[in-house]
């Protein structure tokens, strides 16, 4: 079985920051890809930041500049660093894997979601 396991979500005020953490574990054989998506009410999933193998990525327009994604690959382990939040910013965030699992195919895998919200 496999884990995604996110944690540092939670209230700031605009201008703020956060780092959000999300780990996986179990019987994980590889992973291509790990990234953030987040989801405000009433609104879609969107991606927010996306780390490959070798290091590239890619972000959301709305976040270029501000966020910053970064991996331990010894550690499993997806950072996403969020400088000057913005209200607009407040959504539940995801963590996303692009993993093989021993036995499986490769397939997408998905955190609980932390919940960001930023307000005065």
């Given amino acids: 079985q496999v884990r995604l396991v996110e944690s540092g979500g939670g209230l700031v005020q605009p201008g703020g920051s956060l780092r959000l953490s999300c780990a996986a574990s179990g019987s994980i054989f590889s992973i291509n890809a790990m990234g953030w998506y987040r989801q405000a009410p009433g609104k879609e999933r969107e991606l927010v930041a996306r780390i490959r193998n070798g290091g590239s990525t890619n972000y959301a327009d709305s976040v270029k500049g501000r966020f910053t994604i970064s991996r331990?690959?010894?550690?499993?382990?997806?950072?996403?660093?969020?400088?000057?939040?913005?209200?607009?910013d407040t959504a539940v965030y995801y963590c996303n894997a692009r993993m093989v699992v021993y036995g499986s195919w490769p397939n997408d895998y998905w955190g609980q979601g932390t919940q960001v919200t930023v307000s005065s």
């Fill in 72 to 88: 331990d690959n010894a550690k499993n382990t997806v950072y996403l660093q969020m400088n000057s939040l913005k209200p607009e």
